[in-house]
């Protein structure tokens, strides 16, 4: 009976000391259904603490998350999110000063922007109508080769000319095959080609851009397998980017 008794004392005590857990206070929390329970703060755990947001979900819209807290939502990053003639300071877009820009759509017509302000813009030049027809500057090679003959030389001395008249942004020599060799030979051989012409006008003082590309045997002209149309295929052609 004794024994029962002390029994029955001893888990009352152990009962009356462990008790119930203590539930979190002061802002502390496991889950967000501690905060939803204290006053006075956030209703989101994030990390241990009753904050009031910890993503941009938890804000109501027009809102973002930022230091766990919701602040309006920025109007702009950047001055691309703001509509033409504003920039962005201090995450809002406000109206440029006069005259400035970050891009030509900052500017009136007939202006482009230039070190960050509005300039008229330079005319561009007109292409004399001899220098129209691109097609007319293609150069022809021999069988095999990439060196220049004396016409194709004419040509390109014409192109330069015209270059020189109304200047391009870019300049692309396409150099190209018959169908005769393998097709990597071919485009080895198309560049070859395409280097020769480049070279030859900036020697003639062409300042624009220009670059080269080998089509090989890919953009034939003509099919015949004739030495006439095989002749027509071993070229240079020209793409002018103004």
Request: with cysteine; net charge negative.
């Amino acid at each position: 009976m004794r024994r029962v008794l002390l029994l029955a004392l001893t888990v009352s005590g152990a009962l009356v000391l462990g008790g119930c857990p203590s539930k979190p206070k002061n802002g502390e929390c496991k889950t967000s259904q501690d905060c939803a329970e204290q006053e006075g703060y956030g209703k989101v755990c994030v990390e241990g603490r009753c904050q009031e947001c910890g993503a941009d979900s938890d804000c109501k819209e027009g809102f973002v998350c930022r230091a766990n807290a919701c602040v309006p939502k920025p109007q702009c990053a950047a001055d691309t999110d703001c509509p033409a003639g504003q920039t962005c300071q201090g995450e809002r877009c406000v109206a440029r000063e006069p005259g400035s820009c970050a891009s030509d759509r900052d500017c009136g017509a007939g202006e482009k922007c230039q070190a960050g302000r509005c300039a008229a813009a330079a005319p561009e030049a007109s292409v004399p109508p001899e220098c129209a027809d691109v097609t007319a500057f293609s150069v022809h090679f021999a069988f095999d080769r990439s060196n220049l003959t004396p016409e194709s030389q004419q040509n390109l001395q014409k192109l330069a000319d015209c270059l020189k008249q109304a200047p391009a942004k870019r300049v692309l020599v396409q150099g190209n095959c018959d169908e005769r060799g393998t097709a990597q030979y071919n485009v080895a051989l198309g560049n070859r080609r395409a280097e020769s012409a480049k070279k030859y006008l900036t020697d003639l003082g062409v300042s624009s851009s220009v670059d080269t590309v080998s089509y090989g045997e890919e953009k034939p002209v003509c099919s015949e397998a004739t030495e006439a149309c095989w002749s027509k295929n071993r070229r240079d052609d020209f793409q002018i980017e103004r």
